[in-house]
């Protein structure tokens, strides 16, 4: 009877909360957990080194900002669509294409849309 109980109540309970609390963790999984993944700073930054046209640092740094939005999708990719994660994938993509032609017009657009997606993110 004790077996019942808990297989019938107990584990499908957990089970639903377990599922609801993953797929409404992205806001907090998006935040950086340590120094490797601070891609929102990491975009920031690179914001003001094209706006300075410092090619060689924004290179260097759009390097980084794709490793960090590696190691954030492992974290986010249960609890957000994965049409965001496309969208923001593309968005850096064309970002370090723009910063590889040195187009600061072009990249100050895509950092625009990216900070929209990020804001966007996980709500």
């Known amino acids: 009877m004790k077996t019942r109980f808990w297989l019938l109540y107990v584990v499908p309970i957990f089970l639903l909360i ?3 609390a993953i797929m409404v963790s992205g806001p907090f999984l998006k935040k950086p957990f340590g120094a490797d993944d601070r ?7 690179l914001e003001k080194q094209v706006k300075g046209k410092q090619w060689t640092e924004a290179k260097s740094q759009i390097d980084y900002a ?8 492992n974290r986010i990719q249960f609890s957000v669509e994965r049409e965001t994660i496309y969208d923001i ?19 100050m657009e895509e950092l625009h849309y990216f900070y929209v997606l990020w804001e966007n993110l996980g709500d």
């Open 89 to 107: 994938l593309g968005t850096l993509s064309r970002i370090k294409g723009g910063v590889a032609a040195e187009d600061d017009k072009a990249i």
């Open 18 to 20: 377990l599922f609801v």
């Open 39 to 45: 891609l929102l700073e990491s975009v920031q930054t």
């Open 66 to 73: 794709m490793q960090a939005w590696d190691r954030i999708v």
